[in-house]
Nanobody, 118 residues
């Protein structure tokens, strides 16, 4: 089993920055990839960015150039640096990890609220 705990959310003004962290524990040896998703009120959960164990990244078009995803494999921690935040970025941000090989398991954190005021 894999446990994911997010931190770093909060209230920020438009144009500001936040850094989210996601600490992974448990059966982490097979985790790949890891990613950040977000869900705004009344909307579906959407991918923000993900990263493989080798460092390959993928971003939603809406955050390209403003957000940076990274992972510290030694600390088993995933990060999301969010710059130039916009009010439409207000959402609950979730950490996700996939584990396993022949059978893949999806793991979610509890989420952290990010509120961007205009």
């Amino acid at each position: 089993q894999v446990q994911l705990v997010e931190s770093g959310g909060g209230l920020v003004q438009a144009g500001g920055s936040l850094r989210l962290s996601c600490a992974a524990s448990g059966s982490i040896f097979s985790i790949n990839p890891m990613g950040w998703y977000r869900q705004a009120p009344g909307k579906q959960r959407e991918l923000v960015a993900d990263i493989t164990s080798g460092g390959s990244t993928n971003y939603a078009d809406s955050v390209k150039g403003r957000f940076t995803i990274s992972r510290d494999n030694a600390k088993n921690t995933l990060y999301l640096q969010m710059n130039s935040l916009k009010p439409e970025g207000t959402a609950v941000y979730y950490c996700q990890a996939l584990s396993g090989s022949s059978i893949r398991y999806i793991h979610w954190g509890q989420g952290t609220q990010v509120t961007v005021s205009s």
